[in-house]
């Protein structure tokens, strides 16, 4: 089962699935809104992929989404996936990486997600990103690049 609390309000082919973390096992998740009919429980799920299942935000602009580990881990990889089939916009995801509990964070890797109707529609990156000692890692996803409204989603989320 899913450990997760909405946080208050803030002022994106199958993946393989060969040693991805069962991350609902191993930390709580953190999130600053879900839309009811696609919560943050679609991102560990197993349907990843072109037209698998979502998380999408409760409310327009800039989400954030943490994963506080029960204790530190050491990461390798990071995979995100997205997808957009109804508008043109440009996600942006940033990761950024904890090894004090959550006090500070150091931003390790940003990346855009173009989605156009009528061109890609989909996006996976797979971020290699070593680190020991993680106690906390967080994505900020900021919507549409261009400020226009829109909610947030991502398909998948898996680490190594």
Do not use: C
């Amino acid at each position: 089962m899913l450990r997760k609390r909405i946080l208050a309000e803030h002022p994106a082919e199958p993946v393989p699935t060969l040693d991805l973390w069962d991350i609902p096992s191993v930390a709580t998740v953190l999130v600053t809104s879900e839309a009811s009919a696609h919560p943050v429980d679609h991102l560990f799920d197993t349907s990843g992929g072109p037209g698998g299942s979502r998380w999408v935000a409760g409310t327009d602009g800039e989400q954030t989404l943490i994963l506080a580990f029960d204790r530190p881990q050491a990461l390798r990889q990071v995979g995100i996936e997205a997808e957009e089939r109804d508008r043109g916009r440009t996600q942006v995801v940033a990761l950024a990486l904890s090894d004090d509990g959550g006090r500070t964070y150091r931003e390790r890797i940003r990346q855009e997600f173009n989605f156009s109707p009528s061109g890609a529609t989909f996006e996976r990156e797979t971020w290699a990103v070593p680190a020991d000692h993680v106690t906390h890692l967080r994505l900020t996803v900021r919507p549409d690049k261009g400020d226009g409204p829109g909610r947030a989603s991502l398909t998948a989320l898996t680490l190594r």
